[in-house]
């Protein structure tokens, strides 16, 4: 017989999931959009606005039904140049030690990066914290029934945002093999990758494990916390989220005034 506390974290995995769902169709609409929007521009330049007049009424069909397949959720279309660009090119030391550290408004929060096991996650995290990439964020997300986690890494700070190219999955079987549920343990001060719930689509966003987790073993555990930056977390998690719910914007808004990463 299964549980309550099972069902609920059951319940909430699949929601997390379906919300990864929705981000990676989004994308997908999005980048089906652009082509039109292109091709649309193409004709223009080589035959000139009479033909443009004339696929007018086409170009407009294909955003409105673009628009009408739009999920209701909250979850807003990310911009055509996501996922557009290469990664940056690998400059890190794979053998060497690094650390990101984030100032934040509810404490300092640093975690050792794994270069060796997550050598594309860390050269990525460290080029985009030398550009100032996350300075001036939020953690836009806090679970806090089933899963634990508080999710920052979004630019736009509604879960759509990201570095506009995406990194390959990493170190997937670091936590062991998956049971009959299909999960492994993301412990506490664990850090991971999120992503839209496809292969190697992870950007920039990431999250916090505050609490043993069960999920699925496709986000790239990358990172440690240390003791103190735990409990600042476990702390926000506390405080819960924003109106009561148990999935939403966490009531201590967490901000990101400066990230620094830095190597041993």
Do not use: W
Not at 1 to 17: G, I, P, Y
Not at 166 to 192: Q, R, S
């Amino acid at each position: 017989m299964v549980s309550s506390d099972q069902r609920r974290r059951q319940l909430a995995r699949e929601k997390f999931e379906r919300q990864q769902q929705r981000r990676e169709e989004a994308r997908r609409r999005t980048r089906r959009l652009t082509v039109v929007i292109a091709s649309v521009v193409a004709v223009v330049a080589v035959i000139g606005v009479g033909s443009y007049l004339a696929l007018g009424d086409d170009d407009k069909k294909d955003k409105a039904d673009a628009a009408a397949s739009s999920s209701p959720s909250a979850d807003a279309s990310p911009e055509p140049k996501e996922s557009s660009a290469p990664e940056p090119a690998m400059k890190i030391d794979k053998k060497a030690e690094y650390t990101l550290s984030l100032k934040t408004s509810q404490g300092d929060i640093a975690f050792a990066m794994k270069a060796a096991k997550t050598p594309h996650t860390t050269n990525s995290f460290k080029s985009l914290t030398d550009k100032g990439f996350f300075d001036g964020t939020k953690c836009h997300r806090l679970t806090t029934q089933g899963i634990f986690v508080l999710q920052c890494g979004d630019p736009k700070g509604d879960g759509t945002g990201g570095p506009g190219y995406t990194i390959p999955d990493e170190n997937l079987t670091a936590l062991g093999k998956a049971g009959a549920d299909g999960t492994v343990t993301y412990p506490a001060g664990t850090v991971a990758m999120a992503n839209t719930g496809q292969p190697h689509t992870g950007g920039s966003q990431f999250f916090l494990v505050y609490k043993d987790s069960k999920l699925p073993p496709t986000y790239t555990p990358f990172g440690t916390m240390d003791e103190a930056s735990l409990k600042a977390v476990k702390d926000i998690g506390a405080a819960g989220v924003a109106g009561g719910a148990a999935d939403g914007a966490p009531k201590k808004a967490v901000e990101i005034s400066k990230a620094a990463v830095d190597k041993s």
